[in-house]
């Protein structure tokens, strides 16, 4: 089946380390995006990707990197950096252009940082 | 960036009712949608609009894009327990070659049985 595939589901870290959140989609789309959610709060874009090897900031970047080397994966790092890393983390694909320019999500990873 | 303003904020209705939610922007937008999330899950894409003043159903929900193209309402007739979740709307804005979803803050929806 086609889809966003979003690895772990629950994520623990010690305060200070870098962690990797993976994001896969075999949907054939040329987006991707990553947000964040807070309790209470709307999704918070952090960085896109509309094609291999390019990416762009969002609205809340910083303390995060990311790469797109393939089409299908846009796997996203929270570095230490990043001063309030516990979040519920969402990937999401989209085609681009016209109709059809819906975005998919993955189910989500929750990170918790102790 | 650009913000979405989504209201009301969270709705206690009984089961049948009908519910009504909008969102409105400072920005004209070329797409709009909705989505549903539940606990603990991303969000499920309900209706996707286009073009100004469409108006598109998908069972019992019902949406349009504003006339203006800065805002859009989501109505959900006839609810039921399963309608409880977070409904979010979504502004697409395309310029050139840059295609960056915005979403509203979200409303919780609450259906007493």
């Known amino acids: 089946d086609g889809g966003i595939t979003q690895s772990p589901k629950y994520l623990f870290r010690k305060e200070g380390q870098n962690v990797t959140l993976s994001c896969e989609q075999n949907?054939?789309?040329?987006?991707m995006y990553w947000y964040r959610q807070d309790p209470g709060q709307g999704l918070r874009l952090i960085y896109y990707?509309?094609?291999?090897?390019?990416?762009q900031k969002g609205d809340i970047a910083e303390g995060y990197s990311v790469s797109r080397e393939k089409k299908e994966s846009f796997p996203l790092t929270v570095t230490s950096a990043q001063k309030n890393p516990t979040a519920f983390y969402l990937c999401?694909?989209?085609?681009?252009?016209?109709?059809?320019?819906?975005?998919?999500f993955g189910q989500g990873t929750r990170l918790t940082v102790v | 960036g650009q913000q979405l303003n989504q209201s009301p904020q969270s709705m206690f209705i009984q089961e049948g009712e009908d519910v009504s939610m909008n969102c409105t922007s400072s920005?004209?937008?070329?797409?709009w949608l909705w989505y549903k999330q539940d606990p603990g899950e991303g969000p499920v894409l309900l209706i996707a609009?286009?073009?100004?003043?469409e108006l598109t159903s998908n069972g019992r929900l019902t949406a349009q894009f504003g006339i203006t193209r800065k805002d859009s309402f989501l109505n959900i007739s006839a609810s039921i327990p399963s309608d409880v979740g977070i409904y979010f709307c979504?502004?697409?804005?395309?310029?050139?070659?840059?295609?960056?979803?915005?979403f509203g803050k979200g409303t919780l929806l609450t259906v007493n049985p």
């Open positions: 609009l286009y073009k100004a003043g």
């Open positions: 999401a694909s989209s085609i681009m252009g016209g109709a059809g320019t819906e975005a998919f």
């Open positions: 990707s509309q094609i291999v090897n390019d990416f």
């Open positions: 949907l054939n789309h040329d987006a």
């Open positions: 920005s004209i937008f070329n797409t």
């Open positions: 979504a502004g697409l804005h395309s310029g050139g070659s840059n295609y960056k979803l915005t």
